[in-house]
């Protein structure tokens, strides 16, 4: 699976847009970008995937580059609730592959600030 | 159920003992991993299965961890004569059409 690099860590504003960028430079072209998160101590969560085109699900929304190089997860509008560690991951993905391990980077902790 | 269940929540462990981790996957969900984390952020995975069968088992320290996926049971993952450097939490995640993950299972060797 293709590396990512994050930022360590990031403070974002209570409301306001949180983005957390992830470069995946090597990525191949059968390779998903996925984010989860670890709120705390618990266990990992989906929170979104995509290919190439831009995503938007009830939780966040996912802004890739036409090069596929980097990519941004977007929570709209932050809460406390929001802090946690988001890990960036790309994997290849499809029927055929629904075995294929995540690989976890260290990740961008958000820091929600009231 | 529709939520990954791992048992205990916590366990504690003398050096040399033997740990047990059970972890009751998604209902319908084919392949479960197990992923143990050390320090906050580092994730290191340990094995995979599909259905009962072991498909990828490339990160387990094979002299002590074992871990088994019987039908109608929860999978479990043990380490015979537990180190001061499995101290960790241990992670079970199953997979439908994305991954979700258990509470975790702390482990404490001491």
């Known amino acids: 699976d293709a590396k990512t690099t994050q930022p360590p860590s990031m403070d974002c504003a209570e409301g306001r847009a949180a983005n957390l960028p992830c470069n995946h430079s090597?990525?191949?072209?059968?390779?998903?970008v996925y984010w989860y998160r670890q709120i705390h101590s618990q266990g990992p969560q989906y929170i979104i995937h995509?290919?190439?085109n831009n995503e938007t699900n009830e939780m966040a929304s996912l802004i890739i580059t036409e090069d596929r190089k980097s990519s941004t997860l977007i929570l709209p509008h932050a809460t406390l609730r929001d802090t946690a560690v988001y890990y960036c991951?790309?994997?290849?993905?499809?029927?055929?592959?629904?075995?294929?391990?995540?690989?976890f980077g260290t990740g961008t902790r958000l820091t929600i600030i009231p | 159920g529709e939520e990954v269940a791992q048992t205990p929540k916590h366990l504690v462990r003398g050096e040399g003992q033997k740990a047990k981790l059970y972890c009751a996957p998604i209902?319908?969900?084919?392949?479960v991993f197990w992923y143990q984390q050390v320090l906050k952020n580092e994730f290191k995975f340990l094995i995979s299965?599909?259905?009962?069968?072991?498909?990828?088992e490339t990160g387990m320290p094979k002299e002590r961890f074992s871990a088994k996926c019987l039908p109608n049971s929860p999978c479990s993952l043990e380490i015979q004569a537990t180190k001061l450097e499995d101290s960790a939490v241990y992670f079970c995640?199953?997979?439908?059409?994305?991954?979700?993950f258990g509470q975790g299972t702390r482990l404490t060797v001491v």
């Open positions: 090597t990525i191949s072209g059968n390779e998903y």
């Open positions: 995640a199953s997979k439908g059409a994305e991954a979700f």
């Open positions: 991951i790309v994997r290849v993905a499809g029927s055929n592959f629904g075995n294929e391990k995540l690989t």
């Open positions: 209902k319908g969900h084919s392949y």
């Open positions: 299965f599909q259905n009962e069968n072991v498909f990828d």
């Open positions: 995509g290919l190439k």
